[in-house]
C-alpha cells in the first residue's frame, strides 16, 4: 500500500485507460477510481470489500508507529499490568490462605460458644430438676409423715373400741339384765361418740386419698415443640478488600508520563504538592503510600501507625507492637511494620485497624522493604533477612549492619541501605557489595530506573543518586525544610516522592 496516493485504478489500468484512482481496496490490494468503485460495490465477488478514501496518505507507515516501540508507554503499561496483575494474584492468594485461618479459628471460637451455651442451659435446667426434686421429696415425706400419725391415731382408737367390746362382753356374763339395761346405754353413749370421731376424720384431708402428680411449666413443654434448631451457622459475604486493576486507574486520572528507558538524574528536579502536619509528641520513624494515596507513618515511641488521607488528614492510628520503625507497602489496605523491640514484623490491615499477623524475626529489626511477594529486613547483628508472607525464613544475606538506624529498599535484582552515620550500599541479590559511599545515612527509595532517593539526617540533605553510585545530585536541603529527614517513599504508580522529617512534618513532592 503506498503512503501517499499517486495510484492508477487497476481496472482501468487493465483496459489500457489512465485514470487516477480515488480509493484504495484493501482486500485486492488495487486502487479504483470511481466508476469501476460503483461497480466493484455492486458485485457479488468484491461488495463486502474494505476500501479506504483518498486521504491515506494521512495513515503512518507502521515503521514511523513502531519507532521507540521498546520504550512506549503501551509496553510499559503492559509490564506495569502484569506486575499488578501477579502481584494481586499473590495478595488474593494470601488473602484467602488468611480466611481459612480466620475460618478455622472462628469454627473453634464458635464450638467453645456452643459448649458454653449448653453448659449454661444444662446448669440451669439441673437447679430447676434440683428444685423440683426437693418440692417432690417434701410434699411427698409431708404426706407420709400425717398419714403415718393418722395410723398411730387409729392404733389406739382400735384398742379402745376392742376394749369396749370386752366390756359388753363382761356386762352380758355377770351383770343382771337390770344392770345389763342400765350399761347397755352407757355403752352405746360411747360407741356414739366413737363413730362421730372416726366420721369426723374421714372429713379431714389426712384421711383423704394423696396423690403425687406432677405438672410441668407450659413454657417447657412450648420450648419441647417450638424449639427446632439449637441455633443456625450463616456465612457472611464480605466485600473483596483486594483491587484490581488499580494501575490502569491511578494512570489514567494522574496521566503519568512514560518512563524513559533511562533516566540522567542531572534531569530530576522536584516539585512541592503539599506538607503534611503529622500531629504526634513522638518522631516519625518512617513513612509509605498506598495506591490509594493514604499516606502511613510510624511514631517511634508510640507503638502506633497513623494514617492520613491524600489531603493530609488524620483518618485513624492502628495499634501495633512496641517501638515501630520500618514500613513496606503489601497491597492497597495492608503494611508490613517492623517492631524494634518487639523483634517482629506485624502484618496491619489500616482499613480494618487491626494486626493480622505477625512474624517472629528474634532479632532487633529494622528498615523493611516487600519486593515479588517477599518480605526483606534488616536485623541487627545478622543482615538482610527474606520472609514470605506466611511467615517462613527464606534466606538470610550476610551483610554489614554497622548501626541502631538502618533503612532498605529494593529494585528488580538489587537491595540498596543505609547505615545512620556510616553510609548508603547497593548489593546484588546475594549481598556483593556494587557499591558504597557516604553522602547519605536515612531514609532510602529507589525511583522508576534503579536511581536512589537517600536522605542525611545530621547534614539535612536530599540526594539522587544514579544507579551505578558514580553520579550524585542534591535535590532538597534545610532551606527546602528538610529538618532530620527520615522516611523516604517513592510512589512509582504516580511519580510521587513522600519525605518525613524527625518530627511533625511531612513533604510531598512530584517528581519532575
Known amino acids: 500500500m503506498a503512503s501517499s496516493f499517486d495510484k492508477l485504478c487497476g481496472p482501468c489500468e487493465a483496459r489500457h485507460t489512465t485514470e487516477k484512482a480515488s480509493v484504495w481496496c484493501i482486500d485486492c490490494d488495487d486502487g479504483l477510481c470511481l466508476p469501476c468503485l460503483e461497480h466493484h460495490k455492486v458485485s457479488k465477488a468484491s461488495n463486502k470489500h474494505q476500501t479506504i478514501p483518498k486521504n491515506i496518505n494521512k495513515i503512518k507507515p507502521i515503521e514511523q508507529l513502531a519507532h521507540n516501540a521498546k520504550t512506549s508507554t503501551e509496553l510499559f503499561d503492559l509490564e506495569k499490568g502484569l506486575k499488578e496483575l501477579s502481584n494481586t494474584l499473590v495478595e488474593l492468594n494470601t488473602d484467602r490462605q488468611r480466611n481459612i485461618e480466620e475460618i478455622r479459628d472462628q469454627r473453634k471460637n464458635i464450638l467453645a460458644e456452643i459448649k458454653s451455651l449448653r453448659k449454661q442451659i444444662d446448669t440451669y435446667l439441673d437447679v430447676l430438676e434440683s428444685d423440683l426434686l426437693k418440692q417432690l421429696e417434701c410434699l411427698s415425706d409431708q404426706n407420709i409423715s400425717e398419714i403415718d400419725q393418722l395410723l398411730s391415731k387409729l392404733k389406739d ?6 376394749s369396749l367390746g370386752e366390756s359388753i362382753h363382761q356386762i352380758k356374763e355377770t351383770l343382771s339384765d337390770v344392770q345389763v339395761f342400765l350399761a347397755t346405754k352407757s355403752v352405746g353413749e360411747k360407741l356414739h361418740e366413737e363413730k362421730e370421731w372416726i366420721s369426723a376424720l374421714c372429713d379431714q384431708d389426712v384421711a383423704k386419698e394423696s396423690i403425687l402428680e406432677l405438672s410441668t411449666d407450659s413454657q417447657l413443654t412450648h420450648l419441647l415443640s417450638d424449639l427446632k434448631h439449637f441455633g443456625v451457622i450463616k456465612v457472611v459475604r464480605k466485600t473483596c478488600q483486594i483491587k484490581v486493576g488499580a494501575w490502569e486507574q491511578q494512570r489514567a486520572q494522574l496521566n503519568v508520563p512514560m518512563p524513559a528507558a533511562t533516566r540522567d538524574i542531572n534531569d530530576t528536579k522536584l516539585e512541592l504538592l503539599s506538607t503534611i502536619n503529622v500531629n504526634t509528641q513522638s518522631w516519625i ?16 515511641n508510640t507503638g502506633k501507625v497513623f ?9 485513624k492510628s492502628v495499634n501495633v507492637c512496641k517501638s515501630p520503625f520500618g514500613l513496606a507497602v503489601i497491597n492497597t489496605n495492608t503494611l508490613a511494620v517492623t517492631c ?19 512474624i517472629k524475626v528474634g532479632k532487633p529489626c529494622l528498615g523493611l522493604s516487600f519486593h515479588n511477594t517477599k518480605l526483606y529486613v534488616i536485623v541487627k547483628g545478622t543482615g538482610i533477612v527474606e520472609f514470605d508472607l506466611g511467615g517462613n525464613l527464606i534466606r538470610t544475606i550476610s ?12 529494585y528488580k535484582d538489587r537491595f540498596c541501605y543505609t547505615c545512620y552515620n556510616q553510609f548508603i550500599a547497593c548489593l546484588d541479590s546475594n549481598g556483593k557489595e556494587i557499591w558504597k559511599i557516604s553522602i547519605a545515612d536515612s531514609g532510602v527509595a529507589s525511583d522508576n530506573h534503579g536511581n536512589y532517593f537517600a536522605a542525611n539526617y545530621n547534614e539535612q540533605t536530599l540526594n539522587i543518586i544514579s544507579a551505578d553510585g558514580k553520579k550524585t545530585k542534591q535535590l532538597l536541603t534545610s532551606n527546602d525544610g528538610l529538618d532530620h529527614p527520615q522516611g523516604v517513599f517513592f510512589n512509582s504508580n504516580n511519580n510521587t516522592l ?15
Do not use: P, W
Open 399 to 410: 551483610v554489614d549492619v554497622a548501626s541502631n538506624d538502618c533503612y532498605l529498599t529494593s
Open 157 to 162: 382408737k382400735e384398742k379402745q373400741i376392742k
Open 498 to 512: 513522600l519525605v518525613a522529617n524527625r518530627y511533625k512534618t511531612a513533604m510531598l513532592y512530584r517528581v519532575i
Open 340 to 358: 524494634l523491640n518487639d523483634k517482629t514484623i506485624n502484618i496491619v490491615n489500616i482499613d480494618d485497624g487491626v494486626v493480622k499477623q505477625k
Open 307 to 315: 494514617v492520613y488521607s491524600s489531603e493530609g488528614h488524620l483518618l
Open 285 to 300: 520513624q518512617d513513612c509509605v503510600v498506598v495506591n490509594d494515596g493514604r499516606m502511613n507513618f510510624t511514631l517511634g
